[in-house]
């Protein structure tokens, strides 16, 4: 047999495995144009479910809930990015299915078993964190700015001389607005809350700790504080939420890393492959550096 040949038999499996690719993305994007189309058809009832958390808040202060269109072309494309948030999570488990299929040939049987409880979990935290959203910080958001609304006190005021009606500034809300900050709050608490599962894995792979996540805590604090500050928008109670809850996240995490450790550990000294004197020896050493 030739190089060429020997050349061209290698690159067979890669031709098939890009092929397989292809068609798990086609099928991907149509399920996710299906879920779409489905969601586009019901798009005002799923608005007015979007809509809650605001309607609350102003039914508490004793206005009307109603927004409005301020250009002839925002109602579409409101029922636009409500079909696309809709057809992706109608669609995300079928993509995540497509998803494992492609990887999941490649895997070990001990593999498979420890990477499939993570593709359940994801899609589960990101629910999770947008409920949070949803039903917790965007009402608080939202009365909270709500507060900032003026209304008329009794009686007239005089202003050159002349009488006239007191200032009233009240909420007239643009539709794609709210939406876009709803939307925007939903997807950053799911994702925020994939950080356990992210962490998880990656110290199940070895490629983190428990000890060197709790090192650089005081660095995580910041990079949340600065996440907290980008992705909210700049009231300071969505901030503190969203920091406190990403902090207790990221030490879930470390108790979870820990608790891989601790099976994996557990796991070699029952195959005999781990050495507790090489252990001890590491400890002590540690304990003279930090003397």
Sequence with gaps: MSKTDEIEDSSAPLIEHLAELRTRLIHCVVAFLIGMIICFTVATPLFNF???????????????????????????????????????ILAFPYIGMQ????????????????????MLASPFMFLLGASFAFYVVTPLAYDFFL????????????????????????????????????????????????????????????????????GVRKYAVVA??????????????????????????????IFLVARVEKKREEQLRADGYYDDEAEADVDLMQEEDGK
Excluded at 105 to 111: A, F, N, T
Excluded at 227 to 246: C, E, N, S, W
């Design 147 to 214: 507060g900032f609304q003026q209304f008329g006190a009794e009686g007239e005021a005089v202003v050159d001389g002349a009488t006239s009606a007191p200032l009233s500034v009240v909420f007239q809300g643009s539709a794609q607005e709210y939406l876009n900050l709803t939307i925007k709050f939903i997807v950053a608490f799911g994702l925020c809350f994939q950080l356990p599962v992210l962490l998880t894995l990656m110290g199940k792979a070895g490629l983190v700790t428990a000890e060197g996540l709790g």
């Design 99 to 118: 998803m494992w299929r492609f990887v999941a040939p490649g895997l070990y049987r001990s593999e498979k078993n420890a990477f499939l409880p993570f």
């Design 224 to 253: 949340i504080l600065v996440l907290a500050a980008l992705v909210t928008p700049p009231d300071v109670i969505t901030q503190i939420i969203l920091f406190v809850v990403v902090y207790g996240l990221y030490e879930v995490s």
């Design 50 to 88: 979007l809509t809650h958390p605001l309607c609350e808040v102003l039914n508490e202060r004793g206005q009307d809930c109603g927004l409005i269109f301020i250009s002839p072309q925002e109602g579409f494309f409101v029922a636009i990015k409500v079909s696309l948030l809709g057809g992706f």
